[in-house]
Structure formats: C-alpha cells, structure tokens
C-alpha cells in the first residue's frame, strides 16, 4: 500500500534561516506531487505541484522553492524565512489512476 | 482569486442530527469534487468525492450533492456523531489540470 511521510512535525525558526521540509511517498510511482499550506485560520493553498522529476510548477511567487530530486521525493525550501511563512505545511500525492488527493501529516511551522 | 467558496466558516449540529456543509465553485472546468474531513494538527483525509456526470454520491453516513448549473455542492453528515468534530473542506478539481483548489473549511462541532 500506498504512504506518505512527511518530517519534520514541527519545526520553530529564526526569521531569516533557511528551510527545507522533505515529503517521500512509497508504494507508488511517478505521482503527481503536492505542496499545501495552511495559515492560522485560513483555508489550503496550493504553493507548488510537480508532475515528474525536475518538474515544478509554482503556483503563488513568494519566499519558498520546491525541487523534485527523486521521482517519490519533495523537497520544500527557503533560503531566508519570514514571519509570514508560518503556517501548517502538507505534502500530497495522487496517483494518476485516481483522482484523490492523498495527504502527509503535516509541519508546523513557526517563524519568530 | 478564491475559486472554491465555503462561506460558513463554522457549524455546530445536535448529536444526531443532520450536518448540511455548503461549497460554491466559480470555475466551470472544475469536473471533480471532493470532501476533506481534518482534525488538528493532522493531515485531510479523503472523505467522498463526485464527478460532474453525477449529481448524488452517498458512502454510509455521508451524501454529497453537486448542483452543476448553480455550481453548488453540499455535504450532508446523518446522523451526526461526535467524533464527526472537524473542519471540513471541499476540493475542485479539472481532471486536464491535475490541481486541486481547497475552499476555506468549515469548523463543524457536534453537540450531545
């Protein structure tokens, strides 16, 4: 079966280091890929989706970047946080035989 | 542009009763729809979806409507359970685009 594993849980940074939260998926291959965001009482937007290795597609200009390394693998970064980055990130797969969208647990991110 | 609209942004139902959660939609590519049922500090997880060729899918406690020429959907919960305490969030996606777009979320609490 299909997982998703998303790390870390939570994570509390200093305004201006750098990110990187990574997502892997096992059990299938060549998914479509998903970066979401949650902001404190807001609903989810889509920040990047990857359809292949080396593939992104931004969809909100802002202080973050996505890279598709590996063809399960998701990689979230930042080079200099801001206070706005703070929010709750998901990872999210779809298999391209199903239109389901299937999520990781989440990162809390703090920025202070 | 928010392209997927929940506008009640709360709910509270009577345990047993019936939860109706309302979901307005402006693009008219959107041919998928989905429901997201999220507990603190976790991921969505997939709850029902429909296809636009339909306009009624029901699994057990939950029944999605999906009124096309209004582009309306609706989520009924019966009978409503405690444990169905969530925020609940309705998903559009183009099935040519292989995005999903998330509408705010509706916060449902169930009262005994």
């Known amino acids: 079966s299909q997982t998703i594993h998303q790390w870390p849980a939570t994570l509390v940074q200093p305004v201006g280091s750098p990110l990187s939260l990574e997502c892997t998926v096992e059990?299938?291959?060549?998914?479509?890929l998903y970066w979401y965001r949650q902001a404190a009482g807001r609903g989810l937007q889509l920040l990047f989706y990857s359809v292949g290795i080396g593939q992104i597609s931004s969809e909100v200009p802002q202080n973050l970047s996505a890279s598709r390394p590996q063809d399960r693998q998701f990689i979230l970064s930042s080079k200099k946080l801001l206070l706005s980055d703070s929010g709750f990130y998901l990872c999210?797969?779809?298999?391209?035989?199903?239109?389901?969208?299937?999520f990781g647990s989440g990162t809390q991110l703090s920025v202070l | 542009d928010q392209q997927v609209k929940q506008n009640s942004p709360s709910l509270s139902v009577q345990e047993g009763r019936i939860s109706i959660l309302n979901c307005d939609y402006t693009?008219?590519?959107?041919?998928?729809f989905l429901w997201y049922k999220k507990y603190p500090a976790e991921g969505p997880t997939f709850l029902i979806s429909?296809?636009?060729?339909?306009d009624k899918n029901e699994d057990g406690r939950f029944t999605v409507f999906l009124n096309k020429s209004a582009k309306h959907l609706s989520l009924h919960i019966v009978p409503s359970q405690p444990g169905d305490s969530a925020v609940y969030f309705c998903?559009?996606?183009?099935?040519?685009?292989?995005?999903?777009?998330f509408g705010a979320g509706t916060q449902v609490v169930v009262t005994p």
């Open positions: 059990g299938t291959s060549n998914p479509n």
């Open positions: 429909i296809s636009s060729i339909k």
């Open positions: 693009n008219s590519m959107f041919d998928y």
């Open positions: 998903a559009a996606s183009a099935r040519s685009w292989g995005k999903f777009q």
């Open positions: 999210a797969w779809r298999d391209l035989s199903d239109e389901k969208l299937f």
